[in-house]
């Protein structure tokens, strides 16, 4: 932060660990936070914002924050604390909910390369063949956000890769090659064969 606050062309956004200080600070959005949830209002966020000094900070710095109560069927209730520190001037909700939330996402893309895909399995001996991998796997997480592109109508469009591959790709069918077309039959017991099969259309295949 300190590096950040000597760019001044630089906005930033981080998240921060709570401590004792800061859950005095946000005592009374707590207290409003409860107020919500013994309402049975769904909606118990607070935001707020404060002007926190660390000891190790050469300086104060502005620190949103969000107090909610969660209390979701067979789970104990409990409070959520979230602090960030941000030099940003817009107002601690849409900082909160629209920018340091989104980052969420951006880590479910490199989730899906690292996890689904495996982009970093780079174990080959020479750096070339790794470098070929790491194309290969970028290539093919290309391919799957064709196949997300095309399910953007259907609630499978927001499905993850690894989902992607189980519904789609990794399925058994019985694979029947004539000198003029390549037939596919489905298992009748597929849950997701017309789904499957209007992706396959909006693709080229063309239904018997």
């Known amino acids: 932060?300190?590096?950040?606050?000597?760019?001044?062309?630089?906005?930033y956004i981080l998240?921060?660990?709570?401590?004792?200080?800061?859950?005095?600070?946000?005592?009374?959005?707590?207290?409003e936070s409860w107020r919500h949830w013994r309402q049975d209002d769904p909606s118990s966020k607070v935001y707020g914002e404060c002007i926190y000094k660390a000891t190790s900070w050469p300086q104060a710095r502005r620190v949103i924050f969000k107090t909610e109560i969660l209390d979701y069927p067979g789970r104990v209730t409990k409070e959520n604390l979230r602090f960030v520190v941000t030099n940003l001037k817009q107002?601690?909700?849409?900082?909160y909910e629209k920018v340091y939330c989104a980052r969420g996402d951006v880590e479910n893309r490199i989730k899906e390369l690292k996890v689904d895909l495996q982009i970093d399995r780079t174990s080959c001996t020479s750096f070339l063949a790794n470098q070929l991998r790491v194309l290969m796997t970028a290539a093919a997480y290309?391919?799957?956000?064709?196949l997300r592109g095309h399910l953007a109508r259907k609630r499978a469009g927001s499905l993850?890769?690894?989902t992607l591959r189980e519904h789609f790709l990794k399925i058994g069918v019985r694979l029947v090659v004539s000198v003029?077309?390549?037939v596919l039959h489905m298992p009748k017991s597929y849950p997701f064969k017309n789904?499957?099969?209007?992706?396959?259309?909006n693709l080229g295949a063309v239904r018997e």
């Open 15 to 31: 998240g921060y660990a709570k401590n004792a200080v800061l859950e005095k600070q946000v005592f009374e959005a707590l207290c």
């Open 160 to 162: 993850q890769v690894g």
């Open 91 to 95: 107002s601690p909700r849409w900082l």
């Open 195 to 201: 789904l499957w099969s209007r992706l396959a259309m």
């Open 1 to 11: 932060m300190n590096f950040l606050d000597q760019q001044p062309e630089l906005d």
């Open 180 to 182: 003029r077309r390549v």
């Open 142 to 146: 290309v391919l799957t956000q064709e």
